[in-house]
């Protein structure tokens, strides 16, 4: 595609395009990508490991626009076979397509893999908007040429959505649960704003998770993180992945990799029995938020799962002073332990007259039950209330 000054390239991998080219297109804080999960290194690791590839189901077709030769915007972007490691349903759509004689796969797919993160997709570091429509009908341009029946934008800013919207992509919301810090100068300063029942319930279970057993916990970060760590961490992953998912996305080679580009933006927490680890979490440090990714235990511990992925995640924001803990996709029982009701969006290309207008049914009965679910849910938060 090109008009006179603006060029598109598509890329086949992520290796082929320059990390300075890369990150100096995303936003960023003094030079460093603001959140993790959109630094080249984290893509180049998953590809870098296999993880994330044309063998796996997706095959990186990073859409880069370029205006006289230098780089002006990008998106990232997947030509998928399947619709795993998303966390943005869409295997209904799959199926009702594919049961009226449509092809649904291949789709393009606009996200981080396996991340449920929301974070910007058009990467247009001047905000042009013309630039951002660019890329959004390059990428449906590039659906044509692809026979993809789709374009799939997910965990998107709200701000990004709406203006996909604008342009005529479709329009889905979900929820999150994330913790919000008001400055808080302690862990017990926290707790004197949840009301008094949940206050006791969470000391209760800050104590059951650790005391009762005698546990420890560990946080591990930088130069500190070895390969030891990571081959303990690994096989609590793999025990989770297993159990959720059928198999982990994610290799080990993989958090070799992150761990030697990006060691300084990874937190590892790990639950330990005397010198014996017994539970890990590993989350990635934005410019002003935690990200909890991934969890997993070698036993039974009541509450320690809550301790470690959502308590000691608290506590080093606060430690810290970032603004914003995001614990994952999912997960109702976030809410009692101060984790609120926070919308995400996704915004959606499709092809087909038909499926399309389906599918704008659906999502507009949707959003309005997850607007009701979200307004019930903010009731139900721990806090003191008035």
């Known amino acids: 595609m090109s008009d006179a000054e603006l060029t598109a390239t598509i890329h086949p991998s992520t290796a082929s395009i320059p990390a300075a ?32 590839n044309a063998r796996t189901g997706w095959q990186p077709q990073h859409l880069l626009l370029e205006r006289d030769g230098t780089p002006v915007a990008l998106m990232p972007l997947f030509l998928k076979s399947h619709s795993q490691g998303e966390y943005v349903f869409d295997h209904a759509w799959a199926d009702a397509y594919q049961r009226a004689g449509g092809e649904y796969y ?3 797919q606009c996200s981080v893999p396996f991340t449920p993160v929301t974070a910007p997709k058009l990467w247009v570091p001047s905000g042009d908007p013309a630039l951002r429509r660019a890329l959004l009908t390059t990428a449906e341009t590039l659906a044509q040429q692809r026979n993809a029946s789709s374009v799939h934008a997910t965990f998107v800013p709200e701000e990004e959505a709406e203006f996909a919207e604008e342009t005529g992509w479709l329009h889905r919301v979900d929820t999150q649960y ?24 969470t000391r209760r279970e800050r104590r059951d998770a650790l005391g009762e057993e005698g546990l420890t916990v560990e946080w591990i970060t930088g130069s500190d993180i070895k390969e030891h760590h990571w081959d303990e961490f690994f096989a609590f992953y793999q025990d989770t992945g297993n159990r959720k998912w059928g198999r982990p996305y994610l290799n080990r080679s993989f958090f070799s990799l992150l761990s030697a580009a990006m ?11 005397g010198d014996r680890p017994i539970a890990g979490t590993l989350n990635l440090l934005g410019h002003d938020t935690l990200y909890g990714r991934y969890w997993g235990a070698d036993r039974d511990v ?7 992925c959502y308590y000691q995640a608290i506590d080093f924001a606060i430690a810290h002073k970032l603004r914003t803990v995001e614990a994952g996709a999912q997960g109702e029982h976030k809410l009692a332990r101060g984790y609120v009701p926070t919308p995400t969006h996704s915004v959606h290309w499709i092809g087909h007259p038909g499926l399309r207008n ?22 139900f938060t721990p806090f003191k209330k008035g």
């Open 358 to 379: 389906a599918v704008a049914d659906y999502l507009e009965h949707e959003r309005a039950s997850v607007a009701h679910d979200q307004d019930v849910l903010d009731g």
């Open 106 to 108: 291949p789709k393009l």
């Open 178 to 201: 994330h913790w919000h810090n008001q400055d808080f100068s302690s862990f017990e300063d926290y707790l004197a704003t949840l009301s008094s029942r949940h206050r006791k319930v």
């Open 263 to 273: 060691a300084d933006r990874i937190v590892l927490m790990f639950a330990y029995d």
């Open 21 to 52: 080219t890369w990150n100096g297109l995303v936003p960023s804080t003094s030079g460093k990508p603001d959140n993790p999960f959109l630094d080249h290194a984290f893509f180049l690791a998953l590809e870098q490991s296999g993880s994330a």
């Open 302 to 308: 009541p509450f320690l799962h809550f301790e470690l």
